[in-house]
């Protein structure tokens, strides 16, 4: 199809994804052999199969057990570097990951084995591939504010590598609200923070991390279509919505891709762009998403060249950079 050329040939931005979601079962094998942990499973094939979810909860149970093969400084350098040569040949030209320290820390890894394995594989991504970066802390959700408040203490010699901070992990019963005196510190500190809300969770919380948190962007978001004035308001205010299909897909929020929102977010306006999140669990990388979803939503070339602007719109990059790209 002509319009998949076009989005295999565009440069592009990634905006939502998380770095431990890009473990691939055949790294998961390499490095729990080599780091002697036992996992659940006899070999790649039959972690594959488990990899059929019925919810966000039932994928993020599987996601933090994988992520436990990570131990060294190298092992998050491997990850990252596997990640970034990914990107490269999706035509990816800018970066901004997430990870979550506390899944790490929880097992006794330091924050700074994890920060500086990430960071120096970005660092050769710019160097070797020319991908541009941002790193983004993830607050755990599920867990306390105060366990959020003690992963930015020991984060805070790290600074200058962190770029925001994020919010993700099981959405609902744990609203923004819970985090409002963790985010009044980040931006204290000078932090700007994204949040994911409206996955699984009411419209409600789109608004709460808006208000309560003051994030500059929202991951997911795709439930702000069940509040018209929400629509409106994200329209006018242009807050990106970092929208990632076929995560949506194999997370049962939505039961065919076909019934995606995608297009009408497009439609009233919306800063959405589509994302990956968490590649290695969902099924494919960005390119994957662009092209399933042009396949499932009929997608036109201008819809495809607006979701790649509104990804570098709404990336952290500076204007001049923008400018180049767009
Ligand atoms: C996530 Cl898809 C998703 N939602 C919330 N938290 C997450 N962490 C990793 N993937
Ligand atoms: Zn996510």
């Not at 594959?48 to 998050?76: C, I, K, M, P």
């Not at 959700?141 to 993700?168: C, F, K, M, N, W």
């Not at 194999?250 to 439609?267: E, F, G």
């Amino acid at each position: 199809h002509p319009v998949d050329q076009l989005i295999l040939a565009l440069p592009k931005t990634e905006l939502h994804l998380h770095i431990e979601g890009t473990l691939e079962p055949e790294m998961m094998f390499e490095l729990a052999q080599k780091n002697g942990i036992t996992l659940p499973y006899a070999n790649v094939e039959e972690v594959r199969a488990a990899y059929s979810f019925d919810n966000l909860q039932s994928f993020l149970d599987l996601y933090y057990a994988g992520a436990s093969v990570l131990v060294t400084e190298e092992d998050f350098y491997d990850l990252t570097w596997a990640y970034c040569e990914r990107a490269y040949s999706d035509h990816i030209v800018h970066i901004e990951i997430f990870f979550d320290p506390q899944t790490h820390t929880a097992r006794g890894i330091d924050i700074g084995t994890v920060i500086f394995g990430i960071t120096r594989a970005l660092q050769d991504a710019t160097d070797k591939l020319g991908i541009s970066s941002r790193l983004i802390l993830c607050f755990l959700r599920h867990l306390s504010e105060a366990d959020g408040q003690a992963t930015l203490e020991a984060a805070l010699p790290y600074l200058a590598q962190i770029d925001g901070v994020g919010l993700d992990s099981s959405e609902l019963g744990h609203p923004p609200a819970k985090f409002q005196k963790l985010f009044k510190r980040c931006r204290d500190l000078g932090l700007p923070a994204v949040a994911h809300a409206g996955e699984e969770g009411p419209a409600s919380y789109i608004t709460e991390a808006l208000d309560l948190l003051g994030a500059a962007r929202i991951d997911h978001g795709v439930r702000c279509t069940d509040d018209a004035a929400l629509v409106v308001r994200l329209a006018t205010e242009r807050i990106p919505l970092t929208v990632c299909p076929l995560s949506n897909l194999k997370l049962c929020v939505v039961d065919d891709l076909a019934k995606h929102n995608l297009r009408n977010l497009l439609a009233a306006g919306l800063c959405a762009m589509v994302n990956s999140d968490d590649p290695a669990y969902f099924g494919g990388y960005l390119n994957a998403n662009l092209l399933a979803c042009r396949a499932a939503l009929d997608l036109s070339a201008s819809e495809v060249i607006q979701l790649i602007n509104h990804s570098f719109e709404a990336s952290w990059l500076p204007d001049a950079d923008k400018a180049r790209w767009r």
